[in-house]
């Protein structure tokens, strides 16, 4: 359906609207509903649009909803196969927005969202399931007539909803998908089991991460993400959770994501996270630095460190997610995604480049490290106990971690 104007509902709020001026470019208004409903100047959508009666041109809309769309090959596939220009942005709005990431739906005006329980979601079987990993390439997400949605990110995955009875389904008719399966990098084996030890690892470390199982459909090993800004409920019904990563959150596109393109700095991300979260957040932000650096993940970005923005208006760091040892691969480049006190290496990181980072925020150095040593004298037990988890774990994996930590500790 062509449209030109977009509402933008959030946790019930018919909250925004999205048009274009008359040269096709995306601009975003917030509606009178919301701006009797919530307290002017709350980031409502985005840190980067405070809730005003001001229109938000181009320049701050475009970074925001390209946020919420698929990136590289995906987005060219989908744009392809509703005849839409890959940097038409709106349009792929139109036709993906009934569920994104966090609580937005994006609809043309004048529709409402319709509430929809899992249990009418239609089933799949593993067979199903992998035919749908199988054509990826060529529907990403598992995206057709039947399915519309958007979830950013370059690596390939589906997006599916689990039943309350444990079995899976298609997110059609706009029910919420509930969980993301990610099969592996064809170029880089064992990703699947790399994440997994790397997301468990950090889960055994006590922090606050997305929840990651392996299943097997039929022969098709995948990891099966819980998405963090999905609340499940026994009968079936799905509560969204708002949401924005950190290149949203600084008006940064998704394609100048890397520090080295111009895209954010952990100083630019813990300049935000000091304000919209509070002072003690810049602690879980240090430790998910010495978690990338002990696992070896050069390609921690701004795009996976997130906001979660809750119904009552306060503001939390969102689970870590997309944990990857980079480094057990040789042939991927160790240049940090997001420099540490501006070493570019991820093999270069000593224990003081750390303190100084967190320093730099204004963490106390002398609290900056009792942190890097907790995390550091915790890490071997936890690291054994996400690879007893984790079946047929590459040893380079095992092997990376352990170089990485013989090095933050040998620098202290």
């Known amino acids: 359906m062509t449209t030109n104007r977009l509402a933008v509902w959030q946790y019930g709020h018919r909250v925004a609207v999205i048009d274009r001026d008359d040269r096709g470019r995306p601009r975003l208004s917030y509606t009178e509903e919301a701006l ?33 769309l698929p990136e590289g090959n995906a987005r060219l596939v989908i744009a392809a196969d509703h005849g839409l220009l890959a940097d038409d942005t709106f349009g792929l709005l139109s036709a993906l927005g009934r569920d994104s990431a966090g609580a937005l739906v994006i609809l043309a005006d004048g529709e409402t969202p319709e509430e929809s329980l899992t249990v009418s979601a239609p089933p799949l079987t593993d067979e199903e399931i992998v035919g749908l990993v199988s054509r990826l390439r060529v529907a990403p997400l598992g995206v057709d007539a039947q399915v519309r949605l958007s979830l950013a990110g370059v690596q390939e995955k589906l997006l599916l909803v689990r039943r309350p009875d444990g079995t899976w389904a298609r997110p059609a008719g706009g029910i919420p998908s509930t969980h993301i399966l990610k099969p592996a990098i064809a170029a880089y084996p064992h990703t699947v089991e790399n994440e997994a030890f790397c997301m468990r690892l950090a889960k055994h470390l006590g922090l606050p991460v997305a929840n990651v199982e392996v299943e097997v459909f039929q022969d098709r090993k995948l990891l099966v993400v819980e ?62 630095v010495v978690l990338n650096v002990l696992i070896g993940n050069a390609d921690a970005h701004a795009k996976n460190l997130s ?22 691969y040789p042939e991927l480049d160790p240049e940090l995604a997001m420099y540490i006190d501006d070493v570019r290496r991820i093999t270069r990181v000593s224990r003081d480049r750390v303190l100084n980072e967190a320093s730099s925020w204004g963490v106390p150095r002398a609290r900056a490290a009792e942190i890097v040593e907790d995390l550091l004298a915790r890490a071997p037990a936890a690291a054994d106990a996400a690879q007893a988890e984790t079946e047929d774990l590459p040893a380079t994996v095992r092997t990376t971690f352990d170089l990485q930590s013989a090095m933050l500790k040998d620098s202290a």
């Open 36 to 68: 009797e409903a919530f307290t002017p100047g709350v980031p409502l959508l985005s840190w980067s649009m405070p809730l005003t009666r001001t229109r938000y041109p181009q320049g701050t809309v475009k970074p925001f909803l390209d946020g919420l």
């Open 227 to 288: 998405r963090y800004d999905r609340l499940l409920h026994a009968d079936g019904r799905v509560d969204r959770v708002h949401q924005e990563d950190f290149c949203q959150a600084l008006r940064v596109g998704p394609d100048r994501k890397y520090q080295a393109l111009g895209g954010p700095s952990l100083a630019n991300v813990a300049q935000v996270v000091e304000v919209a979260v509070g002072p003690g957040a810049l602690e879980a932000l240090l430790r998910a």
């Open 307 to 328: 906001l979660l923005h809750l119904p009552d208006g306060s503001m939390q760091l969102a689970p870590l997610y997309d944990l990857v040892s980079t480094l057990s």
